[in-house]
């Protein structure tokens, strides 16, 4: 029988006691020894059974132990069906949680992308968190080129993650509110979570929010963005800044960066496209120097569209076609129209053209 206190505790009763007299008395009767000697021998019997008294305790102790780490081993491998529950009615609202990365980030202060908030984001918290152990890691490099172990959730998720440059304002709607709520609900500092909150009802109601130019939207997007990631890198620094005070000098430039990008891109596009429907060489066909109606627009950074260096070419290969018109046309369009009248535009470039004389008409 397993004792029910620690045996190595015990104290050796004194049997000498006229109390352990019963306890002695048969000793003495049975086998005629005195008082002493019957004191002797209940000493040593209790000793003998205190020793195997001793050996049963700790061996329990280990049994004991080792139940104990396998049932740490399995809280640690199916962790789920040990997570305790509040003893309160279903909530009619049941709240989305994001990955888990994004709470681990939002536990320290860290900066967190907006996209864990939107709907597709926590969609696939949704999906994925409860099928998969947040606690296995996996080899990856970061940013800087240094190799950490990180979570299985990390690094499943990182290239599915939009920045929060590339997210739409209805993104960006969906995600701010609950940003919010979860900065509450992981303790920051109120003073900043109303910075953050400011910020974003100033961006909302910016004039360039309902501008119909697409480059304005975007870069109140990219501001935030930007801004927010440096408040954080900056935070408690002497650099560090206010997010409420909006920099509109730093929104202008961020659209004319965009413009720029975008009309650049069109640049090249169409002199590819000009490469490849017209095979003559460049320099053939560009004439020196570039036409005002270009110049302007360019020099009032205004949006271009490759529609504009059709018509500028074809002006100066046609001057008497000076009262053409193009408009928004889609790209697609130019490219079919142009490749249709490719042989009426530039014949003399086609090898085709001067082999058989077969110019096409108009």
């Known amino acids: ?62 049994e004991l132990a080792e139940a104990a780490r396998l049932q740490q081993e399995e809280r640690k491998k199916n962790r789920n069906k040990f997570l305790t529950y509040n003893k309160v009615p279903i909530s009619t609202a049941i709240t989305k949680l994001p990955l888990p990365i994004a709470t681990r980030k939002l536990k320290k202060g860290d900066f967190v992308e907006l996209y864990y908030f939107t709907n597709k984001g926590l969609a696939e918290a949704e999906a994925s968190t409860r099928s998969m152990d947040d606690d296995a890691l996996t080899l990856m490099r970061d940013e800087d080129g240094q190799h950490a172990f990180v979570p299985v959730t990390t690094s499943k998720f990182k290239d599915t993650v939009i920045p929060d440059k590339d997210l739409t304002w209805a993104e960006f709607d969906e995600a701010a509110p609950r940003l919010i709520q979860a900065m509450r609900e992981s303790s920051w500092e109120e003073e900043h979570v109303q910075s953050h909150l400011n910020m974003w009802l100033k961006l909302s109601g910016h004039p360039y929010r309902h501008d119909p130019d697409k ?16 408040w954080h890198n900056l935070l408690g620094t002497p650099e560090s800044f206010d997010l409420v005070l909006i920099s509109m000098e730093m929104i202008k430039e961020i659209r004319d960066d965009l413009l720029h990008k975008s009309n650049k891109a069109l640049r090249e596009e169409a002199l590819q496209l000009l490469l490849i429907l017209v095979p003559s060489p460049l320099p053939y066909l560009l004439p020196s120097p570039p036409s005002l109606f270009l110049f302007f627009r360019l020099h009032a950074n205004q949006p271009l569209h490759t529609g504009h260096y059709w018509l500028y070419l074809y002006r100066s290969r046609f001057p008497s076609s000076r009262r053409t018109t193009i408009s928004s046309t889609p790209l697609s369009t130019l490219v079919t129209t142009q490749a249709q009248h490719h042989h009426t535009l530039f014949p003399h470039s086609c090898a085709y053209c001067r082999q058989s004389n077969n110019f096409a008409q108009p």
């Open 1 to 62: 029988m397993v004792p029910a206190l620690d045996s190595h505790n015990a104290q050796i009763p004194d049997f000498a006691l006229d109390r352990f007299r019963a306890a002695r008395q048969p000793l003495i009767d049975d086998f005629g020894l005195t008082h002493e000697l019957a004191a002797q021998l209940l000493t040593a019997m209790w000793q003998a059974q205190n020793d195997i008294d001793r050996e049963d305790w700790d061996n329990l102790q280990e």
């Open 215 to 230: 480059y304005g939207k975007r870069a109140l997007i990219v501001y935030q963005d930007t801004t927010r990631r440096r």
